[in-house]
Each structure stands twice: as C-alpha cells, then as structure tokens.
C-alpha cells in the first residue's frame, strides 16, 4: 500500500510534471487534429495507422537529410493525404467512414511496418531543446513548460490556437456550424462540403505532425509499432474531451500523469510489471464510461457547472453526409 | 452485368497494380512472392503430395478467421463495429487454457468443454461491450478496444505469473496443454474437422438466421434504423445485446481453436490478430455469409504464405498484411465508384425525362 502512495507522491514533483508535458507533444497534435476533423463532422478513424505511418515518414526524412526539420512536413504531408481518402470516400462516394477509416488504419499499420524495415534501429535524430530565455528560469513553470524544445512549444500554442480559433472567430463557428447542423450552415451560405474537406486535411496534419513528435523527439527513433495504440487513444481523449480543444489537452496530460504512475508503480509490483504499463488504457476507457453515465449526468443536471465540466456531446452531424440539394 | 464486372476487376487490377508496384519498390521481380505465397500456404504446384502440414495450417488459420468473421456479420447487421472482437477470442481462448489446464476427463467430454469454455469467455466479453453501450453509452468501438487492452494484458499477467512454465516464467507461453485437450487433427498435421464442421455450421447459422428467422430480421432492422425498430416494438437494447452475445461466443470458440488447435498452448499474442483481419474479411464480403469462406481462405493463405518471405525471399512477411490492406481499400473504393456513377447516371436519366 505504501508503495501505491509513494508512487503517486513521486508525480508531482517537478521533473515528472515536466516530463509529462514534454511526453505530450505527439498526442496534443493528433488529439487537436482529430477534434478539428470530427467537429467538422468527419471521424478519422485512421488515426492509430496514420500517425504510425506519418511517424515513419517523419524519422526517415529526417534520417536521410540529417535536417530533423524536414521530418515534420513530410509527416504531415502523409496525415493529409490519408484524410483526404477519408474525406474523398465519405463525401464523394459516400462511403461509410469508420469502414474507411479502419481499413486505412490496417493497412497503414502493415505499411508501417513493411517500409520501415531498414530504419528499425537506426540512430535517432532529435529535436534540439531550447530553454526560452528568461522564462525558463522561472521558479516551477520555468522547468515545466520553458525548458523543452520547439516541438513542445508549438503544442501547448496549437492547443490555445485551436481554442481561439473553434470558439473565438467567425472561422471557427463555420467550423462548428458543418459539424453540427450541415442544413443550417449550407442555407447560410457556407460551403460545407469544401470546408469538410479544408478541415479534415488540417486534422490529418496534425495527426501526421504528431506522429512525427514522438519518432523525432518524445520516443525518438524507429522501431516496429513505434505509436502502437496511441492513435486509439487519441480518439479515446477526444471524446472524453467533449470535443473540446482545452478539455481534450488536459485528457492527454492526465494520460501522461497516468502513464509516469504505471511507471513509478513498476518496482513495486514487479510481477506485474508487463501489465502496469498497457493499464492507463483501459483507464481512459473507464473515464470514457464516467463522462457517458447517464445516471451520474442526470444528477450533475443539477450542477449546471459541474455538468458544463463533465459533458460530453459530439457534434450532431459527426459521422454523417451531407448531400446538397 | 457491367458494373457487376468493374467490381470485380477493377479491385483485382488495382490490387496486381499496387502489389506489383511495391515489389519494384522493394526490389524484387513481383511473380516470385505471390508464387511463395501460394507455396507456403497450400504448395506449388497446390494441393501438391507432402504439402498436407502446410494446407493443415492453412486450414486451422482459415477456421478462426471465418468463425470470428460469421459472429462479425451478426453485430454488422445490428450496426454495431465490435472491434472488440480480438478480446472475444483472447478470452475465449483463456477460458479454453483454463479448461485445459484444471480440467481431467475423457477425450471427448474435455474438447466439448474447452469449446464450451471458449464460447463463455467470448460471450462474457462480447456482452461486456454490450453493456457498456447499451447501459454506459460508451460508443462500442472504444468499449471494445479498452477490453482488448485488458485482455491482452490479462493474458500476459497469467502466462508470466499464475500460469508461468514449469521452471522459468517466460513470454513464449504456457506450458503444452496435455493430449487429451487438443482438438483431435488428422495425423501429421494440425488439420481438425472438427473445427472445420463447427465453422462451417457457424457460417451457415448466421445465413439462417437473417434468411429465414424473425430473430435476424428485427436484428436488421435495429441496424438500419434504431429509433425506428424501437419504435415498431422491437426491444432495442436487448438485441444488440444479443448480437455482441453471439458474436462473442463465435469469436470465442475461434480462441478455443487457436489455443487447442493450433499453437497447444496459451501465448501472449493468441489472437494473432485475427479478429481485426475478420473485420476486413466482414467488409470485403459486403456482410454476407457464404462470402466469408472464401475470403477468410484466401486472407489464410496470405497470412500463412507470405511468412515465407522472410525466409525465401528477404522480403518482409508483413507484405501479406499491406496486400490485405490494398485489397479491401480498393475493392471498398471500386464499389463505392461504381455506385456513385450508377447514381450519377440515373440522376442525369431523370433530368433528361424532367
């Protein structure tokens, strides 16, 4: 018992904390990617495949220029394009998109793995760090979140730039507008089936973005299954994030909190130690069943903030076609 | 008669097309693989004296594939993704371990309880996922996945501690399960009719059941329209339930066949990561049962054949897996184009006559 306590203590001292926001790089892209995607209607469910391929596609770009800046476009070049063969299939031929999306994730998984053979073990290339100036020496939040790299940097900025944009700007509710009520933002003159497309392609860039993070930078490196079940966390946070860009953010450092949990309970339990590892999994789907409970919802009904906190309702329209005329 | 043709050779020519592509890729002339496959799965020329080990393997990979693809088709109706289809048949093949291990009786007595077993498991975990949809109103794609994760971590857990080999813990897997367990196969190789009849029963269970019984009718409608079937009477909830239950013991006499069937004991990566192949299986058949044996033979073949390649042709061995892939893609892809131009064309009739 002692050892379960000790393990939690250990998470809040200040070298865990900032490793956990250091470690969330790749899951903050591909969550923020995947939230841009779905409110717009479009379910990515590719991520998982797509993210592991564009992480490949990343390390070997990388690898081969010995520009570690490179990897990033690339990767982000091979999000966009698995989305738009979701966006393409859904909206043009109108095909199912979790049929679509999970073939993809198959078969990008496989290609994953068939092209990235010879990279298995190569040296990593990283990401420099880079303490900002000033701000890195402040007591606490300087060693959190000014001591990382750009990489990390940009994250926690995306983050507050998809909040900004989703609730703060015409733009953004557009955006909400084709995810929620397609009819409605179509009779305003708003091209919905364009910008389905605009914005699956920008989710598909992050997600790509965010496979490159964690081969470049978080798990630098390339070995087989690299990302393996990080992408279905990613849908995972979405939806406990209520598909919202700040709520989701804060899903992926408790994810964080309870992976470096699993990792400082490790010694105690030594038998279980090829177990404690895979747990923040499931975990994340218990939350899932927490923020769905509709006995537990009902009571917070009177709560109004508490409820505001806890809710999680997708876009009406996720999922769905939209069909002009 | 056309588009019925470009459905099927426009997935054919695309699949010849990127496999063929890759290969250059790859650097390989592109006969050579697809000629191993074939040979590591039922030999060259096929059905060849000698081969009977092979085609028996072949065999006993086709039979998880196809029962886990059958139970995939009933939650498909329902309108339900159950991609925690792979934790069914880890679970149902941790039951069957379980039977195996604890258990002493008779040959006969000991493989009916390891099925038996087997489907249990599966259907405990089937209606897990169930309940957490229909009561916790957790979306069943994550309900699934979060119990596939438990599963496998659970099998882990049981092979590196409860159930660890005599001697050393190791993740190689349990100890060999005694004889009298097995499923009985043809000597000389791991061939079970047994297996073959149950899933070849299954198969033909689940085209009954949406042919012929009312069950599987108002199971279609909940699929095709929830609100609506609830609306007509049909008890919503309760048959979605179902459908995870008989889709989960199908997936769990699957897990029965790979512990007891195929590798004799309990190993970390039971599944074999058949159940998500059955998925792709489900989709390539367009959810109709007959179709299902066939395509599960031929995703057999190719997972059987192409771990060949390593060892032939220093090709990688997940080339099989990049082929299922391309083919499903542009099978879906196809049949979705062929549809969009009917639609097209009937739109443009209308017009016309307008």
Not at chain 1, 62 to 68: D, K, L, P, R, S
Not at chain 2, 211 to 233: E, Q
């Amino acid at each position: 018992m002692s050892g379960f306590v000790n393990a939690f203590v250990d998470m809040f001292d200040t070298a865990t904390i900032a490793s956990i926001v250091a470690g969330a790089s790749g899951l903050l892209y591909a969550t923020m990617g995947e939230t841009i995607s779905e409110k717009a209607g479009v379910v990515n469910l590719s991520v998982d495949g797509s993210m592991m391929l564009a992480a490949l596609a990343g390390f070997v770009v990388a690898f081969e220029t010995g520009t570690v800046w490179y990897g990033f476009p690339a990767a982000a070049a091979v999000g966009v394009a698995v989305a738009l063969i979701i966006a393409y299939g859904n909206i043009r031929l109108s095909l199912n998109q979790v049929a679509v999306g999970f073939v993809l994730f198959a078969l990008c998984t496989e290609l994953s793995r068939f092209l990235g053979r010879s990279y298995v073990g190569r040296p990593p290339v990283f990401v420099p760090a880079w303490d900002i100036p000033g701000l890195s020496s402040i007591p606490f939040f300087g060693r959190v979140l000014f001591n990382h790299n750009v990489i990390v940097y940009l994250s926690l900025l995306t983050v507050a730039a998809t909040y900004l944009f989703m609730y703060r700007t015409r733009r953004g509710l557009a955006l909400q507008g084709i995810g929620e009520r397609p009819e409605a933002a179509h009779a305003r003159g708003i091209p919905v089936n364009k910008l389905r497309y605009f914005y699956t392609a920008v989710g598909g860039a992050l997600i790509g973005i965010g496979g490159a993070a964690f081969t470049l930078d978080v798990r630098a490196g390339w070995s087989d299954g690299r990302t393996r079940n990080l992408g279905w966390i990613v849908l995972a946070i979405v939806i406990f994030g209520g598909w919202h860009p700040v709520r989701a953010a804060i899903g992926v450092l408790l994810f964080g909190a309870l992976q470096a949990f699993a990792l400082n309970l490790q010694p105690e339990f030594p038998s279980l130690s090829q177990v404690l590892p895979t747990m923040p999994f499931p975990a994340m789907i218990l939350a899932l069943v927490i923020v769905n409970w509709k006995a537990l919802l009902k009571w917070l009904d009177r709560y109004p903030f508490l409820r505001s906190i806890l809710r999680s309702d997708p876009p009406t329209a996720i999922g769905t076609r939209f069909d002009v005329g | 008669m056309s588009t019925r043709l470009t459905n099927l050779l426009l997935p054919t020519a695309v699949v010849l097309g990127s496999a063929t592509g890759l290969l250059l890729l790859a650097g390989t002339n592109p006969w050579d693989p697809l000629r191993l496959i074939v040979e590591g799965s039922i030999g060259w020329p096929p059905f060849e004296e000698g081969t009977s080990a092979k085609i028996g393997d072949t065999v006993m990979v086709w039979v998880p594939i196809a029962l886990a693809a059958a139970g995939l088709i009933v939650t498909f109706s329902a309108g339900m993704w159950n991609i925690g289809i792979e934790g069914q048949i880890i679970l149902g093949a941790i039951a069957a371990s379980w039977v195996a291990r604890e258990v002493s009786a008779s040959r006969p007595v000991l493989v009916a309880l390891t099925l038996l077993a087997g489907a249990a498991g599966g259907l405990l975990w089937g209606l897990l996922v169930g309940v957490l949809r229909t009561a916790g109103g957790v979306n069943e794609i994550f309900g699934g996945l979060g119990l596939d994760f438990v599963a496998v971590s659970l099998t882990t857990y049981l092979i590196l501690d409860p159930w660890r080999r005599s001697g050393v813990a190791s993740t190689s897997g349990t100890d060999i399960f005694p004889d009298d367990a097995l499923l009985p196969s043809l000597s000389g190789t791991r061939l079970s009719p047994l297996a073959i009849l149950i899933t070849l029963l299954a198969i033909v269970g689940v085209w009954i059941l949406f042919r012929g019984t009312l069950y599987g009718l108002k199971l279609k409608a909940v699929g095709r329209n929830r609100r609506s079937a609830f609306l007509m009477g049909v008890p919503t909830n309760r048959y979605l339930l179902g459908a995870f239950m008989i889709c989960g013991a199908l997936a769990g006499m699957a897990g029965t066949s790979q512990a007891t069937g195929f590798h004799f004991k309990l190993i970390p990566s039971i599944s074999g990561n058949y159940g998500f192949l059955a998925i792709l299986v489900v989709l390539l058949a367009r959810f109709r049962a007959f179709w299902v044996i066939p395509i599960s033979f031929f995703f057999a073949m190719i997972a059987v054949g192409s771990s060949q390649l390593d060892l032939r042709l220093d090709l990688s061995s997940t080339l099989g897996g990049v082929l299922q892939g391309v083919l499903v893609l542009s099978a879906m892809f196809g049949m979705g184009w062929a549809a969009f131009r009917a639609r097209r064309k009937i739109a443009a009739g209308a017009g016309g006559a307008g």
